[in-house]
């Protein structure tokens, strides 16, 4: 018995079981899933079938109507069928000569009416040796180019560089192995440079001046692209600056013939 003037003591409030609840709560809605779910099955077994759209579909066929037996479709035109136009004369797909320049064959010793051999070609990069043995691993097919010259001094040269058409991307991993040190200053441009406009995958660059005692100036611009198995690399040298423009001009007027 509580003293007189003692404070009440309050009562004991029994807790919620919550436990229980939330157990007949998550049933409940198990129960309502898997109602939910045969209902769906039996409304779907009611409907009738969805066809599905044929496996052959004719529009994509070539040609668009069946052929008598025995006779063969007419091959694709040159304008259509890419092999054409790489398997022929790769020479054929180097750009034209622009205006105002010649023709300038002894700018790069080796080229024999048009072609490089890929030992010849090696000799243009710092590492010769494991260059050329890149090629042969990477299934390189030929190469053609053009020299030209301009004035003086100013000279150019495009290679058309192009690999075998097998499970190996040749020429997109040579274009983008090329393009992967150009912003670097060792044996780069040393800036981003910037993207050939329709490639997708294309840049040009300006190197940074070379000055040496004795010597005059050397400037170099440089151009990367590829388009399926061929790899176009363009180069243009001076003794004085040269511009974007020259570089960009050479580099989109070629990858409109690849």
Known sequence: ????????VAAPVAKRPRGRTALLIAAA??????????????????????????????DLAYPAKALPPGKAPDPLPASQDRRV?????????????????????????????GWLGVDIYARSYKEEGPMYEYFLENDIRRIAGATWKRGQYRTAETYLVQFGSGTVQGAQDFAEGQLSYMSGTEIGAGNDGDAIKGSGNGRYYLYEVDRKPGYL?????RATVYRGDIAADIHIYDTVPISK??????????????
């Open 85 to 113: 136009r790489t398997d022929g004369d790769l020479r054929k797909l180097l750009a034209d000569r622009p205006s105002g320049w010649s023709d300038d064959d002894r700018s790069v010793p080796g080229f024999g009416d």
């Open 29 to 58: 809605a198990v129960l309502g899933i898997a109602g939910g779910t045969a209902v769906g099955y039996d409304v779907q077994a009611g409907r009738a079938p969805t066809p599905l759209p044929a496996l052959s579909q004719p």
């Open 245 to 258: 423009k020259d570089i960009r001009t050479l580099a989109e007027r070629q990858l409109e013939r690849l």
């Open 1 to 8: 018995m509580a003293e007189p003037g003692a404070a009440p």
């Open 217 to 221: 100036p050397s400037y170099h611009a």
